[in-house]
């Protein structure tokens, strides 16, 4: 391979970008930086569509810089390496999902927790490059460059669409589940059934536990059935909360936007764990105390995975027949995916044929 710093790689970058918290996105070219000797190439096949998108790209955490390219659930081939690059060669399949970079050098770096980077993690899209500052940009594109660091193995067994959510969704919820010791017989309840939520489901089920799906939808109970859910509770029914006090050993909630914990923990052993990660905004209500300490409960909160348990979620859903449901679509309706997104109108991750922009206007 030749050296990444002679001009090889054509850096020109066809995407689609919101130029403003208020715009649609809309067709933007803009330029990729040269390959850095440890630095992989991509050509992005598939990009999922996370609620994440939509809410950096309104600007709703008060972060966002524009303009800004979207996507950080990539599944792409190598079309490039540096001369540093031992782990991957021309025309593999990988992934990259959340993270491009971080500090590599803390004790959460040294663990394999890079999303906990104590210097803080690059984010693969709207962070600042750590080597020359500028912003990084995401799927939403023809192609990619990232440290083969933070690039992650597709399995042959997966199909590359299907693989695009584990990314971020796959590896979202199944890293509390292993990290807080869900085992076999454990009585676990997930909370909301969207993109997180129906991945919970199947991971918990294929480690063995006896699974509730907490919804306020009545409509919602043949569907959980249908994705292999034990029970269902309808948390808008007082009576069907009451029958499930201090029942479960675990809670995964993936509700986003604040919600009433307080329910939720009463349905909880003692000992009990109840998980967050979808909300990353206030509590409110408030929480009450005493729901916490009369159980010696425990309120917890996860963040994607590191990049050693990312490539474990892939391998694990290869081994298991695991993967997100999706609903393949074009780039040229991604507005319109986006206001599905926000109605809560799509089962239950979009997925952008990255091929369609060769053909968007």
């Not at 540093?84 to 993270?99: E, T």
């Not at 869900?182 to 919970?200: A, E, F």
């Not at 917890?300 to 290869?318: F, H, K, N, R, W």
Request: aromatic share 6%; proline share 4%.
């Amino acid at each position: 391979m030749t050296s990444p710093s002679n001009g090889d790689f054509a850096g020109q970058t066809r995407a689609y970008a919101v130029a403003s918290e208020t715009a649609d996105l809309a067709p933007w070219n803009f330029e990729r930086r040269q390959p850095r000797p440890d630095d992989v190439a991509i050509e992005i096949l598939y990009c999922g569509v996370c609620h994440s998108d939509l809410h950096v790209g309104r600007n709703d955490w008060g972060f966002s810089q524009y303009p800004l390219v979207p996507g950080h659930e990539i599944v792409g081939r190598v079309i490039q390496v540096g001369n540093d690059v031992s782990q991957y060669k021309v025309g593999d399949m990988v992934g990259v999902g959340c993270m491009v970079d971080s500090c590599r050098e803390c004790s959460a770096c040294q663990k394999g927790l890079e999303q906990y980077c104590l210097d803080g993690m690059t984010m693969t899209y709207g962070s600042p490059d750590r080597h020359d500052g500028s912003l990084t940009q995401g799927g939403y594109s023809d192609k990619i460059v990232v440290s083969e660091r933070f690039v992650v193995s597709i399995p042959d067994k997966l199909d590359p669409a299907v693989a695009a959510p584990l990314l971020c969704a796959g590896v979202t919820t199944y890293s509390p589940l292993r990290h807080y010791g869900v085992k076999s017989g454990d009585k676990v309840g997930v909370i909301g059934m969207g993109g997180l939520g129906h991945m919970g489901i199947k991971f918990a089920k294929a480690m063995g536990c006896e699974v509730t799906l907490f919804t306020r939808s009545e409509s919602k109970v043949e569907e959980a059935r249908e994705n292999g859910v034990d029970h269902v509770i309808v948390s808008t029914d007082d009576e069907q909360m009451a029958a499930a006090t201090e029942t479960f050993d675990f809670l995964l909630d993936t509700v986003p936007v604040p919600h009433d914990l307080n329910p939720y923990l009463n349905t909880l052993k003692y000992d009990g764990t109840h998980i967050l990660v979808g909300l990353v905004q206030e509590v409110d209500p408030a929480l009450q105390g005493g729901n916490l300490v009369m159980k010696r409960r425990v309120l917890a909160g996860s963040l994607i995975g590191g990049m050693p348990e990312t490539q474990e979620v892939l391998d694990y859903c290869a081994e298991h027949d695991i993967g997100c449901d999706i609903e393949m679509i074009d780039i040229d309706t991604i507005n319109d995916a986006w206001k599905r997104m926000q109605e809560g109108k799509v089962k239950y991750r979009f997925v952008i044929d990255m091929q369609s922009l060769k053909n968007a206007q």
